[in-house]
């Protein structure tokens, strides 16, 4: 099983090649390299295996308009090789990541992503919560996790991602 560590430097070109891979166009990738350059806090984390770089995982902030004291991670992009999904990589992956955003003080964590996939983690419906996203996306694949109790508790409206996300996606 690969070990999950930070990025560094000498991985950009390999994050680059997974997304890349993992994704129909290279979107994703370019966003991750942009969001790299631009968004702070940022949580970026490799899968290595045998050296080689096999999945990354990204956290970046978004803000829930209205309520700009609250500390929001969202998780954009994950993507594991091809040939190297459905090994348990991506949950590593995710888990890791929100042990992360847990400790630079993230009350909460998004993501845009399969329904049947991200409640295995704690992610529900944001609908739920009264938190809609910016983009037209289907209710349920757009999800909130609250890694503090009740953090959002009278907090409700739209998250807003980084401008790269409209910028390069």
């Known amino acids: 099983m690969p070990d999950i560590r930070e990025e560094q430097a000498d991985d950009v070109p390999f994050v680059h090649g997974v997304n890349a891979l993992a994704f129909p166009t290279e979107a994703e990738a370019n966003l991750v390299d942009v969001l790299r350059e631009t968004a702070r806090p940022l949580i970026s984390l490799v899968a290595v295996d045998n050296g080689e770089v096999v999945g990354h995982i990204m956290f970046t902030p978004v803000r829930l308009l209205g309520c700009p004291s ?60 009264k938190i809609d996203c910016e983009y037209d996306v289907p209710p349920e694949a757009f999800m909130i996790i609250e890694l503090t109790v009740d953090y959002l508790s009278g907090a409700e409206g739209t998250i807003r991602y980084h401008g790269a996300f409209a910028e390069t996606t």
């Open 70 to 129: 609250l500390n929001i991670m969202g998780l954009a992009p994950m993507a594991v090789i091809p040939g190297r999904q459905r090994r348990r990589i991506g949950t590593k992956l995710v888990n890791e990541g929100l042990k992360r955003c847990r400790e630079i003080g993230a009350g909460a964590v998004v993501v845009l992503g399969h329904p049947a996939y991200y409640p295995r983690f704690g992610f529900e419906p944001a609908a739920r919560k």
